[in-house]
């Protein structure tokens, strides 16, 4: 089993490449999981490279069990 940790990364990574691409960008990710970027998109003809972090906030969970 993969740690929770592990998997809001790749959650928050898939949310980001979801809204990249309602923006008309074309995500693009390293094929080596170990890079210094998770996320790559090509703007006015020059790379761009992004780093996603996720964070959890204790208030946000209790709001979101009301």
């Known amino acids: 089993m993969l740690p929770q940790m592990r998997i809001n990364g ?3 990574e898939l949310f980001v ?9 074309v ?4 094929e080596i999981d170990n890079m210094e970027c998770d ?3 090509i703007q006015n ?3 761009v490279r ?3 972090k996720s964070a959890h906030s ?3 969970k209790k709001l979101n069990s009301i």
């Open 10 to 12: 790749a959650a928050a």
């Open 17 to 25: 490449k979801g809204d990249l691409l309602l923006k008309k960008y």
């Open 27 to 30: 995500p693009f990710e390293p």
């Open 39 to 41: 996320i790559a998109v």
């Open 45 to 47: 003809g020059e790379l």
């Open 50 to 52: 992004t780093q996603v």
């Open 58 to 60: 204790e208030i946000s």
